[in-house]
């Protein structure tokens, strides 16, 4: 998501939008003190071995200091949290599947998009149709191949600028964003538009980090899906265009082989891709 257009949303705003959601959601876990205790000693003590084997200085210490409250006063540690690190818990998630790869949710996720068919378009803007249109199709099915009908699929993704509705002020609230019921052998087929690589916002203090190791904000164009049906368990996923910029080097490090599409162009100038979701039993 770039920051250099007049109206467009900064690091701050995007920050400020993922925290407040995130903060009224106020999930809870039941983690006992034993393990607490456990976790906390072992990422303390890996922090303590970054330091030594680094030799980090106070000056260097103070920086980081200064970092992380800039961090959190700029709101944005949902971004940092979830570009850097929700990929290591995502893996961690992954051993017990046995269907569809998942990979991580990411801060832009809103609940409750609009409901529509199996067949359907995203709710979009005239200038979102100018762009590259795209389809979407496929099939819910359970590891034994049994399509599930009435399986949701919520589908979101950036415009061909790269910005997501609900964090661009410009963008229509519901802007490519759907819960998608599957048809009676849980197919769908979705209409919406190829969306655009984008830079995570690089003017607070998230960017900061990335620029000072000489390192590139900047994610692979994606769809984020979440498919749920009773008595699964459900997927959150990301789905790639092979041949796409930043696949081999996606800054939240969240691209698997298993999530690369391959897209079709018709005579009709539509790109189609097909995926089909398989989930585990709960």
Not at 170 to 187: C, F, M, S, Y
């Amino acid at each position: 998501m770039t920051t250099t257009e007049a109206g467009s949303p900064t690091a701050a705003g995007s920050g400020s939008a993922a925290t407040d959601k995130f903060k009224n959601e106020r999930v809870t876990s039941d983690t006992s003190p034993e393990r607490l205790a456990a976790i906390a000693k072992d990422a303390l003590g890996a922090l303590h071995k970054v330091i030594l084997d680094h030799g980090v200085t106070y000056p260097e210490y103070r920086v980081f200091k200064q970092w992380l409250i800039d961090v959190g006063e700029g709101g944005e540690w949902p971004l940092f949290l979830d570009v850097f690190i929700e990929h290591a818990v995502e893996a961690v998630l992954a051993q017990s599947r046995q269907g569809t790869k998942g990979s991580i949710e990411g801060p832009y996720y809103i609940a409750d998009a609009p409901t529509l068919s199996a067949e359907c378009e995203l709710p979009m803007r005239d200038e979102d149709r100018r762009t590259t249109p795209l389809i979407f199709s496929g099939q819910v099915s359970d590891l034994a191949g049994n399509g599930l009908g009435g399986a949701i699929v919520e589908l979101w993704h950036a415009d061909d600028d790269g910005y997501y509705s609900q964090f661009a002020p410009h963008l229509p609230e519901w802007n490519l964003r759907g819960k998608i019921v599957t048809d009676r052998d849980g197919r769908y087929s979705i209409k919406t538009i190829q969306p655009a690589p984008y830079q995570i916002p690089t003017d607070g203090p998230t960017g900061a980090f990335i620029e000072a190791q000489n390192g590139h904000p900047w994610r692979p164009a994606h769809l984020h899906v979440i498919v749920s049906y009773p008595d699964k368990r459900s997927v959150t996923t990301q789905l790639y265009f092979r041949g796409g910029e930043w696949i081999e080097s996606d800054v939240a490090m969240a691209t698997k082989p298993e999530l690369i599409l391959d897209p079709v162009t018709g005579d009709d100038g539509i790109n189609r891709v097909s995926y089909d979701f398989a989930l585990d039993p709960v």
